[in-house]
């Protein structure tokens, strides 16, 4: 892990999207502050004085789910929370990578430190020891249906106490060994441990913490991409005037017309649009407007979870200031799992959007150059079937949008019976992402087509980045060739930020 870093103290301030990926992507060492410290400790101790007078207490002294009737013994305190991990590790495969394994440990250990779990204190402390040592846990993405991650986020669980497997320093070994190697000891769970752990939403939570800053990169580049298509096609500026955008100021909306307007820095454009035309189509026009509806669920989707990640999800919840432990259903997730929902709706119209913007660039009445972009059209076809590849990928996305959050069964003897597929709603956003990387990258090849063909455009500081970014890993389309390749590598600029990269690199200050 990287030592360069600070650390970044947990539980005195409010932890943000962006710290999670800070600790996930990039490695940043954690550390817990006195003040959770000293919440952890007085939960704690409320708890063993009730389990001393024998009140009866889900989780704690009495079962969990259908099983909350079942009577737990002191004597078994041990037994029962190292069989409650032991159960409820029920995912199926794949298993998150290192970066999600890093954001689900963050994304528990923080809204344990709410105070309101009663968990011993060393096992909030050895979510923090995995995540300095690089200890990963190798957990299943599939098998919860987000009423609380219990089949998941178990097999963190499973580390602690020295079962499964895990990665360390890139190899994937048990976890007994890898407590060993980094002088850790496996823990041995008390009341009420092995339920915190397993009750939380912190899968979802980590997972969903990584998507916002995914999504916020992708629309970032999507403007630019969009920038350089209207030079293409040397298309209307009147649609990005400040003005325009002044009388309906939604926040999205003013972020995206101003990247854009940023990246078209320098361009000839704005001296350059042809009048005659009036305006251009709907799907070079209102850009600014469809994707700053895609920056408005990003800031709702924010919001909410990191209130998430903020407070406790824990069930039963310990109220050390009232001296009481109450039955609650705080790990419902279905307020924030609907921002994924509409985030995913909103990128749709994205695709679609772009979709259209590449068959127009296609087009000689939209463009006044060759069909199809061809360099020489009596020789060559060109990005003809381009379009097919665009239109099956958004028709992916589509099919991805259909709600999930509403799906579910009524489980554990008709106890359980709501669910909000967290989960399986934040995977299937992200697999969003995935495709429309390639449509965006599709439309970018068109529009670099475009601009070679035409010949003579001053581009902007932004998209002149962003063409040559294209350029740099897919030349121009001089004779027929297989598009596949072309396909990969400007879907790879995109999903790798390599194009904003470049483009933020142009437009930093001299």
């Keep these: 892990m990287s030592d360069r870093l600070e650390a970044l103290v947990l539980g005195e301030a409010p932890l943000t999207v962006e710290q999670v990926r800070d600790v996930a992507v990039r490695g940043r060492p954690v550390s817990i502050g006195p003040s959770p410290r000293d919440r952890l400790e007085a939960a704690r101790r409320l708890v063993f004085e009730l389990a001393e007078m024998d009140i009866p207490v889900y989780g704690l002294n009495r079962g969990v789910g259908w099983n909350k009737d079942k009577t737990i013994d002191p004597s078994f305190f041990a037994s029962f929370n ?12 794949p298993y998150a990578s290192r970066e999600e394994t890093r954001a689900v440990m963050l994304a528990r250990l923080h809204t344990l430190l ?11 402390y ?16 599939r098998g919860s249906v987000g009423a609380a991650d219990i089949t998941t986020v178990s097999h963190i669980g499973l580390a602690m106490i020295g079962e499964g497997e895990v990665e360390l320093a890139g190899n994937r070994l048990p976890a007994s060994e890898a407590l060993r190697r980094t002088g850790l000891e496996p823990l041995v769970l008390g ?53 325009v955008h002044r009388v309906r100021p939604f926040p999205g909306q003013l972020k995206s017309v101003s990247g854009i307007r940023e990246a078209l820095e320098g361009s000839d454009l704005w001296n350059d649009s042809d009048p005659d035309t009036i ?18 669920a990003i800031r709702y989707a924010e919001n909410q979870l990191e209130l998430h990640l903020n407070s406790s999800e824990d069930n039963p919840c310990v109220l050390p200031e009232e001296r009481r432990i109450l039955s609650s259903a705080n790990f419902e997730s279905v307020s924030w799992t609907l921002g994924f929902e509409m985030l995913g709706v909103a990128l749709h119209h994205v695709s679609k959007s772009a979709c259209y913007r590449t068959i127009k660039l296609g087009t000689p009445a939209f463009t006044g150059l060759p069909r199809f972009l061809t360099a020489d059209e009596y020789a060559s076809i060109g990005f003809c079937t381009a379009q097919k590849t665009i239109t099956s990928l958004d028709a992916e996305i589509r099919q991805l949008i259909n709600p999930v959050s509403t799906d579910y069964y009524s489980l554990a003897g008709d106890i359980e019976d709501h669910a909000a597929n967290a989960p399986h ?8 992402f995935e495709r429309l ?12 087509q475009a601009v070679d063909l035409r010949g003579g455009i001053k581009l902007g500081r932004g998209t002149e980045a962003v063409y040559r970014a294209v350029r740099s ?38």
């Design 425 to 432: 709603v934040v995977a299937k956003t992200r697999a969003i």
């Design 82 to 93: 190292r069989n409650l991990i032991l159960s409820h590790s029920a995912g199926v495969l």
């Design 126 to 141: 050895r979510y923090a020891d995995f995540l300095n040592l690089g200890i990963h846990p190798l957990i299943p993405l």
């Design 279 to 296: 305006q251009d189509p709907l799907s070079f026009r209102d850009v600014c407007q469809i994707h700053g509806a895609v920056y408005d």
């Design 191 to 243: 009341p009420k441990d092995g339920l915190a752990i397993v009750s939380s939403n912190a899968l979802s939570a980590g997972t969903g913490a990584l998507a916002i800053g995914e999504c916020a990169d992708l629309m970032a580049t999507a403007d630019l991409v969009y920038a350089l298509s209207l030079e293409a096609i040397r298309g209307h500026v009147s649609p990005l005037e400040e003005a």
């Design 114 to 124: 709410a105070g309101h779990s009663g968990i011993q204190p060393a096992v909030a």
């Design 473 to 510: 890993a897919v030349p121009f389309l001089d004779r027929d060739r297989i598009l596949t390749n072309d396909i990969e590598m400007a879907g790879s600029l995109v999903r790798s930020g390599e194009l904003l990269t470049r483009a933020k690199a142009a437009l930093a200050p001299i």
């Design 437 to 448: 990387c390639y449509i965006l990258g599709i439309e970018a090849l068109h529009a670099a």
